[in-house]
């Protein structure tokens, strides 16, 4: 006979994983994915907070005393859930390290109103219950109000010792970057392709140019405003049919429902005689209800783009 604190163990794991997994099903049926939607606050940050709850009123009131296990102990839930998920694709790497520090957050939520509810034991079924059905809930109330869609930048910039003509020719014309001269080092971590090369087809208003990623990522890029060695802004254009279904997940893939990139700048400023500062803007769009997270992780993410061509640029200007 199976020892009944493994077999209590087992169940508080158990339970909330097998709830966690039924609701991402559940959310990713495409017939109601505008009543239920994966990019949602309702799934984003009720679903764990409900796996908190139900991992701790599933546990041992003696446990439950205790405030580390009611902060920590849901977490772990939600860890093999997202082994889970990303062994069956069902998530990508890139979306899950992006939303773990908001499902930690929100299970350790969960299992502090949890904790509450089973110390109290006045109607805990009633309120365990309701934080289990949070997500179903709220979801239909968060599609009616509907995404507020919002524009961001992220800027970025770097002095370069070279004259501004070398500069400048590093700007329009990025040639071939090999592996090694790539320091992206968040974008490599999310598994987001790296930049390969962009150079415009002629230096002015009109010119076009493709920035070329690995694994099939273009950007084109099409000059709107063009200052010889002082200004170049650049509408840019990723089409998702262009880019193939392994390069990104479905959730952050860039032109695609929820982030596109709209446009950037180069400025070159004079410093003193050896010195210029070259600055890199870009502006990008969300559309989710919960801009106000993943804009942050979207500035830290073109931010990143961003300097490693700079430095290429850089490191490129100054060996003339």
């Not at 077999?7 to 997994?21: C, D, H, N, R, S």
């Not at 800027?155 to 501004?164: C, E, L, Q, R």
Request: a neutral charge.
């Amino acid at each position: 006979m199976m020892n009944p604190k493994l077999l209590t163990f087992l169940k508080v794991i158990a339970v909330p994983t097998g709830y966690a997994i039924i609701l991402r099903l559940f959310f990713g049926v495409s017939t109601w994915i505008e009543l239920f939607s994966v990019m949602s606050i309702s799934f984003l940050f009720c679903l764990p907070t409900g796996v908190g709850a139900l991992t701790i009123y599933l546990s041992n009131i003696e446990q439950v005393r205790k405030l580390r296990y009611r902060l920590f102990m849901p977490w772990i839930p939600v860890l093999i859930f997202l082994v889970i998920t990303l062994a069956v694709a069902l998530e990508g790497w890139a979306c899950w390290l992006m939303v773990l520090p908001l499902f930690l957050i929100a299970a350790s939520l969960g299992g502090l109103l949890g904790g509450y509810f089973k110390m109290k034991k006045q109607s805990a079924n009633v309120y365990i219950s309701f934080l289990a059905l949070l997500p179903l809930l709220m979801s239909p109330i968060e599609s009616m109000v509907g995404s507020i869609p919002g524009t961001y930048q992220a800027y970025t910039f770097i002095d370069i010792d070279a004259p501004a003509e070398v500069i400048w020719s590093n700007v329009t014309r990025v040639r071939e970057i090999n592996e090694a001269q790539d320091k992206g080092w968040l974008t490599k971590t999310l598994g987001f392709p790296r930049p390969v090369k962009a150079e415009l087809n002629y230096e002015g208003v009109g010119a076009y140019r493709e920035a070329i990623f690995t694994n099939g990522l273009v950007f084109h890029e099409t000059v709107s405003e063009y200052v010889h060695q002082q200004k170049m802004v650049f509408t840019i254009i990723a089409y998702p049919h262009e880019i193939p279904s392994t390069t990104m997940d479905e959730h952050v893939v860039i032109g695609g429902a929820y982030f596109d990139v709209l446009n950037g700048t180069y400025e070159l400023q004079k410093l003193n005689d050896t010195t210029h500062r070259l600055h890199l803007y870009s502006h990008f769009k969300l559309n989710t209800t919960f801009n106000f997270y993943a804009s942050w992780w979207a500035k830290w993410i073109m931010k990143d783009i961003q300097n490693n061509i700079l430095q290429v640029e850089k490191q490129r200007a100054e060996k003339v």
